[in-house]
């Protein structure tokens, strides 16, 4: 089983929807992250957080808004989408000591009509 | 704005020939990361190397940093298809955040 899980893998929806994006992870890991990928432009932090507790804003939070319902468990929402939130999303974890690696999920490709 | 640039942003070969891909980076790092991504697909960690260390190995995979030169590249050898994927450099200021920063990526296809 994939220790980095993201839900829905596509999600096709339409200007001023809300949506929500969910990563689980079972890797134990206290630090997760929402990415956003567009083509040219690598990647970009959106939301991270280290604890339930921890949430902190990235380099592109407006827009967006999370949640940390548990240690495992980590979602984003778009509350009202507009088309150039279109974008492939990735959920990240790493650990809260050791490496610095960060593992991904498989990511989950939005379309905004 | 992205802290790491790549260089090139697209690079084909052929197989069994070695790729190199440059990675530069404009503040202190803690260390810096290679990752792989596959098409569409998420991110896989290739490698870390610490602001302390100038050169490391891992299977085919030679990564080397400059930090006078804030520059750092991935060196792959006796390339295969199955290399054909996105090359993502990433930095870590260090502290408590643990957060990477992203550059735009290379684009490595590797002709069969």
């Known amino acids: 089983d994939a220790d980095v899980t993201q839900t829905p893998r596509n999600r096709i929806t339409k200007t001023g929807k809300r949506i929500m994006l969910e990563c689980s992870q079972t890797k134990g890991h206290d630090r997760m992250y929402w990415y956003r990928q567009d083509p040219g432009l690598g990647l970009r932090l959106i939301y991270y957080s280290f604890d339930v507790k921890d949430i902190n804003k990235g380099e592109i939070s407006d827009g967006y808004s999370v949640s940390r319902q548990a240690q495992a468990k980590f979602s984003l929402s778009l509350e009202s989408a507009i088309p150039n939130q279109t974008a492939l999303y990735f959920c990240a974890t790493s650990a809260f000591r050791g490496t610095d690696t960060q593992y991904f999920g498989p990511g989950t490709r939005l379309t905004v009509l | 704005s992205q802290q790491g640039e790549e260089d090139p942003q697209a690079l084909s070969i052929q197989e069994g020939e070695n790729a190199t891909m440059n990675c530069s980076y404009k503040t202190s790092i803690n260390n810096l990361q290679w990752y792989r991504q596959n098409s569409g697909r998420g991110l896989v960690h290739l490698i870390l190397i610490r602001s302390n260390e100038r050169e490391k190995h891992s299977g085919r995979l030679r990564v080397t940093l400059d930090t006078s030169k804030k520059s750092s590249s991935l060196l792959i050898t006796a390339s295969r298809a199955a290399d054909t994927a996105s090359y993502f450099c990433?930095?870590?200021?260090?502290?408590?955040?643990?957060?990477?920063?992203f550059g735009t990526g290379t684009l490595l296809a590797v002709q069969p």
């Open positions: 990433a930095t870590d200021a260090g502290g408590a955040t643990n957060k990477l920063i």
